[in-house]
């Protein structure tokens, strides 16, 4: 078994876009090795954030967001890879499908359903739109309500 190694978002891309061909197969091979256990790595959550904001991003590739959850998924289920709580990671993807809220607010969401959370403090009305959450913003004195 080999050594567990850091999976950056510039290995994800050139394999999902395919923009890049020499990129795109020496990722490709690597994902493979992934995916065979052959070779063990992680990530964060910032990369696949970061994956999501540039696969969906109008200005370079304006994925859809449930092919942007297909092929994430995809990645995030390679045997080799190992994430604490990889379910988190699916289930933000998932609502972003579901929602139309940008990832990172469905990310802080998925880890407040992990938690047991339902009351956020944010200014962010986007979180309304979110099934189970509440939201509530500080007065001045610095309580909620």
Do not use: W
């Not at 063990?40 to 999501?52: K, Q, R």
């Not at 988190?88 to 998932?94: F, I, K, N, Q, W």
Request: hydrophobic share 45%; with cysteine; glycine share 4%.
């Amino acid at each position: 078994m080999s050594e567990t190694v850091f999976l950056d978002t510039n290995i994800l891309i050139p394999y999902l876009t395919q923009d890049d061909p020499d990129k795109a197969a020496r990722s490709y091979a690597f994902l493979q090795r992934v995916e065979q256990g052959i070779q063990l790595a992680t990530t964060t959550e910032a990369v696949v954030a970061e994956a999501v904001h540039v696969l969906s991003s109008k200005a370079l590739y304006a994925a859809s967001r449930p092919i942007i959850q297909q092929r994430l998924t995809a990645i995030l289920d390679l045997r080799g890879l190992r994430l604490r709580d990889k379910s988190v990671y699916r289930r933000a993807l998932e609502l972003y499908v579901a929602v139309n809220v940008d990832f990172v607010d469905c990310l802080s969401v998925a880890r407040m359903e992990r938690a047991g959370l339902a009351r956020v403090v944010s200014f962010d009305t986007d979180f309304d739109r979110l099934p189970g959450i509440t939201r509530a913003e500080p007065d001045l004195a610095g309580k909620l309500p």
